[in-house]
């Protein structure tokens, strides 16, 4: 297996008072604003979302999760697939690897960090790019 990319495990994560629904929901409506993004498939506990590129390429796949706990709706994102590319000169790699579609990726998780905020003021939102360690 390949190793994983430095942002792997970028994701939000999420502590609202939102019912799961209502953030799926949100999480939804947020992928469907953004031109480059189409849903895969949902249900109860997730919505799982595709970019593709102008040919129609999948580049990267993210899932939504969210369920409740103790009152509260926990949700994040996870990146379920992506493809990687790196510059070349002279066929040798230079620079680091980058993940297709991260750009995108990352802007879909800022704005549903806004309209969570903005549908529960009292919503905890982090976004963790990558991990210490």
Known sequence: ?????????????????????????????????????????????????????????????????????????HGTTELLSYQTSQSTVFFIPVGPKLIEGYGEYRRYVSALKQVVEAADPSARCTVIEREDG
């Open 1 to 73: 297996m390949a190793k994983e990319h430095k942002y792997h495990r970028s994701r939000i994560e999420i502590d609202t008072a939102l019912p799961v629904a209502r953030l799926l929901d949100l999480a939804r409506q947020t992928g469907e604003s953004q031109r480059s993004v189409t849903v895969l498939g949902a249900d109860a506990e997730s919505v799982v979302f595709v970019f593709k590129n102008v040919f129609g390429v999948k580049l990267l796949t993210f899932a939504v999760h969210a369920r409740e706990a103790s009152g509260r709706t």
